[in-house]
């Protein structure tokens, strides 16, 4: 997460902290959406089960965690390795109460579902690298920045209909260890995307950052969770 501040979780007490383990060990995020956490299927792909870590400021010291297996994954169908299209997946948690530091994010409504949001702004949070090649920052981190149109940012990426992007001037972006967290609206206050993936020259070299789009997904959370609005 680039050009960004340090954030206490009770402004995002959606966002939750996953370390998969697998084939060796790796860090994403996601978000609380009701007893199911969303996140991105890069994410969840390989992985044999994942600490789901809530309710954390500081990395390292959430207010507690829950250990999930394989079994309760749900990896979008379509999901392709190659070129990233259909890159969400959904975890089923055990039960938690909900609180300040621990919430669930509320998903766009169907009315909403040909919204493109292009011009809204948004913020995006996670763990992720603060530069290219950083290390796993201490603090949540997150960026206010604005949604493209998917016009825009398909002069520099070949687009899927259902991505999503933002305007990453002044090194606003998402960055290594950012996968599967939250973009959520300010008005609003709604998970409109999924972090994806950013331009192989770095997260700070200017290409538009890319995202699942939420309102895309809508009938397959609903008919994997129940949850819609």
């Not at 259909?86 to 938690?96: C, E, Q």
């Amino acid at each position: 997460m680039g050009t960004n501040f340090n954030l206490a979780v009770s402004w995002v007490p959606c966002i939750v902290g996953l370390l998969f383990s697998g084939n060796g060990n790796w860090w994403c995020g996601g978000s609380i959406i009701n007893t199911w956490v969303l996140t991105a299927a890069h994410c969840t792909n390989g992985a044999n089960g994942v600490t789901i870590n809530y309710g954390a400021s500081l990395r390292n010291q959430p207010q507690y965690t829950h250990w999930v297996g394989s079994g309760n994954f749900v990896q979008h169908h379509h999901y392709n390795s190659g070129n990233l299209h259909n890159d969400i997946s959904l975890i089923r948690t055990p039960h938690v109460d909900f609180w300040h530091l621990v919430n669930k994010v509320e998903l766009p409504s169907f009315n909403d579902r040909y919204q493109d949001y292009a011009g809204w702004w948004a913020v995006a949070s996670g763990w992720g690298g603060t530069y290219d090649g950083s290390p796993l920052p201490d603090w949540l981190q997150a960026v206010d920045v604005q949604i493209m149109s998917q016009g825009d940012c398909s002069r520099t990426w070949s687009l899927h209909d259902n991505m999503i992007c933002i305007n990453t001037n002044g090194g606003k972006s998402t960055c290594g260890g950012d996968s599967g967290g939250p973009l959520v609206t300010h008005e609003g206050n709604r998970l409109v995307g999924v972090t994806s993936f950013v331009s192989s020259a770095g997260c700070q070299s200017g290409a538009p950052a890319v995202f699942s789009r939420v309102t895309g997904y809508l009938d397959w959370i609903r008919d994997n969770t129940g949850i819609s609005y």
